[in-house]
């Protein structure tokens, strides 16, 4: 009989790329994923430390978990539990010290080496710590065979992170930048769309710093850009649409651009976080780049491919930040606009320098700031949404809606789509006109052509 396994992922796609992975490599030894972690074989907590909230989140949930395993343990049944992620990266120690009943914690570099620690772990119920960064590649030792839940697809092509804003843990978290070579990424780009995939987005926590071994014999230099990348990729039969993330607006390059004006299939939807308006700020957190250069890249974007939208990352209440920089973050918003954007409250992180930094923001003060940022977003997305009323759009189908007769997907622009639609319409791109726009999603209509294509 299968035993059950259950991932909770949380924090950035990247972890969502590895829950897949850690799923297929422990599939040969019998595992199954289910969706509950009551009376499941096997619960993997898959983490982020990105902020204090985050990795504070893990522990209550671990708190949750101990009684369900000590429940099992009663019926003489054993759950193994396990942390990855970041957290388990950063803190590996320090979760087995306040959570001795975790049996194991491995880092988002090691789990290809699931196999092994699951037996040692077994065996004299040993605690398993695996935080390595091996020499070896994780890429080159996960199965093969890739498993595609709906349309839309994953690949990670490039981890680590070599810049160290100072605000943040990745570096330290996922390592070195590291770019998978060119052959492999187009060979698992391959399988996905073979196994179902119309849609990939290629994964790095620096995406647009990929520079991955070129396949022998591809000729134009011994590297491979991300643009390179995307116009290889998009010669692959299937694949309809692709997407890249996350971007580091400081090494964005001109054959990036110009892979926007080139490739269809490259969706008009970039996420390029900024963080902050004020040069001030943006320097203290070595990002690189100024507020005039970040406008101008926007500019340069949309001069390549007019109708590309705009999402965004942005911290405030940076150690410093005065309300003049603050007002300068909302300037910048009006100006550049952008369709969607995640912002958070700075978290001081331990290890980073901005930790230390003099001038740390009062938490209510960085509230306030946040509801007016986030006032200013959300009005930006609801009017985007609303703009696309009567427009038509290809809509990726990849899951039913949450009332019967409905399926539901992702415009261009990662818009959520509900439609009235028959199942045969699944996993499909349909043209769809949009009847109404409201501040988290839209609704449409599939074209008749559609519909009756499939009658
Ligand atoms: N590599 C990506 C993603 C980093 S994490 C990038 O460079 O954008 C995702 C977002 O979390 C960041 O863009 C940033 O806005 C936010 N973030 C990172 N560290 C943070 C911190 N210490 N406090 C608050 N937000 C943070
Ligand atoms: Fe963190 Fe900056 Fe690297 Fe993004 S670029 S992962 S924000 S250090
Ligand atoms: Fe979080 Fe690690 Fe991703 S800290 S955002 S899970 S890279």
Redesign the pocket.
Known sequence: MAKKLHIKT???Q??VYDSERIAEVLRPLGYAPTDRAEGADMVILN????REK?AEKVYSELGRLRLQKDAMAEHGQRMVLAVT??VAQAEGEEVLKRAPFVDMVFG?QTYHRLPQMVAEAARAANQVLDTDFPAESKFDALPQERNVDGAAAFLAIQEGCDKFCTYC??PY??GAEYSRPAADVLAEARRLVGAGAREITFLG?NVNSYHGEAPSGSGGGAEWSLARLIFEAAEIDGLERIRYTTSYPAEVDDDLIQAHADVDKLMPYLHLPVQAGSNRILQAMNRNHTVDAYRALADKLRAARPDLALSSDFIVGFPGETDRDFRDTLKLVEDVTFIQAYSFKYSARPGTPAANMEFQVDEALKAERLAELQALLNAQTLNFNKACVGRRMPVLLDRTGKKPGQLAGRSPYMQAVVVDASEELLNRTVDVTIISGGPNSLLGTADPKNQKACA
């Open positions: 949380y924090g950035c990247m972890n983490t982020c430390h990105i985050a992620g970041c988002p843990v990745v978290t996922r926590q």
